[in-house]
């Protein structure tokens, strides 16, 4: 199938799906992108994107939605929210919902935007194959991890895990969460963090090169401590610098990103936080 004929999805059209599927449309592919939110169809039209209005679970089956569901890719962005109980239950659920309905369409292929939250805090560097059943960092990290083995076990599409770490760029910072926050723990943890930049040309360089069935950790190089980047953070955004507590004991967690370079020959665009960029 030509590049330019081949349609993707984006079920979440939020921060990243946006973007992502403007670089896509950009790109040639024909994009159609989902929101909850009825303000947003303009946008996502204006931005060469086919808008569907889908709420999950309650429209999924709804007949305007019908098309949404006619792709060959599904870039699967619905993460598991936060205050959300009982999400190691519900969130798979969730996901196994949406599944169904990918099974009965023609959609070939589904790229799960999961995350390193999956892995132990402690553990030292962490690899694909590195995650402890029964040992997460917090509840959705379990949450998210079940619900890739939910759609590993469909056989009629192939699926694609990209683990993110903490997002940023642009409007989204997390130094504006911690600002002028005092005694907070673990200074000497590294930070695994992504721009979104890397976020839309990582998913697009999945699908350019079809890695399929495969699993990614999408972690910048740089793993400055939580310390450091937050209070150079403040420094540069000019917000007040959050305060650590000393001589505490801190996890010792890094995220490996060496197999997503060596497969996709992947050289990141901001591969380092630090940097401060938009």
Known sequence: MKKEKLKISILG??????PLGIYLARSGYIVKGSTTSTEKIKTIKQS????YLLMVPDSLNNPENKEFWNSDILF???PPGRGNKNVEETYPCLIKTVADKISDSSIQW???????????ENGGIMVEND???NNFSRPSGEAVYRAENVLKEYESFDCTIVRFGGLYGYDRHPVNYLAGRKELKEPEKPVNLIHQDDCVRIISEIIGQQKKNEVYNAVSDGHPPRRTFYQSAAEHYGLEAPEFLENVPSSNRVISNEKLKKDLDYFFIHPNPMDHTP
């Open 48 to 51: 060469e994107i086919e808008p």
């Open 76 to 78: 699967l962005n619905l």
């Open 13 to 18: 059209c939020g921060w990243l799906g946006l």
């Open 110 to 120: 589904v790229i799960f935007a999961s995350s390193t939250s999956v892995y132990p």
């Open 131 to 133: 995650v402890e059943e």
